[in-house]
């Protein structure tokens, strides 16, 4: 096992609704990173947060929104769900050392919009 | 804009044969180049990394990984494959990242291995 938790394990929200996910970093890592991963894809970039900033952000609408805590812990929020956010919600932790880094990967969260 | 792809959707295998899964990358710069499995309902496993050096890369559960610049593959290998070992195995690559991010990974779409007793 990693060290890193997120909450909830499972998810079901209707379109239109709100929802938060929660990361818990390993202990020593100061990098969040979230990932989205369709049914039969691989993960997707959403964004990376590095000392509580916003580091990086692939091609997600500004919907999807996140933040870090100082105890490096991390939530992801969406907005106005869509019925294609369902999906498999990955939070790695990292510590950042450059490029050479490696990413921890938690259990992920499975998001269902009906 | 760098890039990963996995040609093959799924592998099959006979336990104790050796395996190999393929992947091969597109970057800008120099490579750095990883390796997970996910098994069934759960997260990414980290299994071995590329970053420089040696072009045989060792990682976790008798899993190796050889980097070939010429034909910018890095195909996963072990020499002699279990029935635990069946699951999605997913190449990814360190991108460029957004508004200056070197942070994020860029996977393919992975492969399912399956090994058969």
């Known amino acids: 096992e990693t060290g890193v938790t997120q909450s909830p394990t499972h998810l079901i929200k209707t379109r239109g609704q709100q929802v938060t996910l929660r990361c818990s970093s390993q202990?020593?890592?100061?990098?969040v990173s979230w990932y989205q991963q369709a049914l039969g894809q691989g993960p997707q970039f959403i964004f990376q947060y590095y000392r509580e900033e916003e580091n990086g952000r692939g091609n997600f609408p500004p919907r999807f929104s996140g933040l870090q805590f100082p105890n490096y812990s991390s939530e992801l929020n969406v907005n106005a769900l869509e019925l294609d956010d369902s999906a498999l919600y990955l939070c790695a932790s990292s510590l950042r050392s450059g490029t050479t880094d490696t990413q921890y990967f938690g259990p992920g969260t499975r998001l269902t919009v009906l | 804009a760098q890039s990963v792809a996995q040609p093959e959707d799924q592998v099959n295998v006979a336990e104790g044969n050796p395996l190999t899964v393929k992947c091969t990358y597109s970057v800008s710069g120099n490579p750095y180049l990883f390796w997970y499995v996910q098994y069934p309902n759960r997260g990414l496993q980290f299994l071995l990394k590329y970053i420089t050096g040696d072009n045989l890369v060792k990682g976790s559960y008798g899993f190796e990984a050889e980097f070939n610049k010429s034909q910018t593959s890095f195909h996963l290998k072990k020499p002699s494959a279990l029935v635990s070992d069946s699951a999605l195995y997913f190449c990814?690559?360190?991108?460029?990242?957004?508004?200056?991010?070197?942070?994020?990974?860029?996977f393919g779409k992975g492969t399912k291995l399956s090994v058969k007793p």
């Open positions: 990814a690559v360190r991108g460029g990242g957004g508004g200056g991010s070197q942070g994020n990974l860029i």
């Open positions: 202990s020593g890592h100061n990098t």
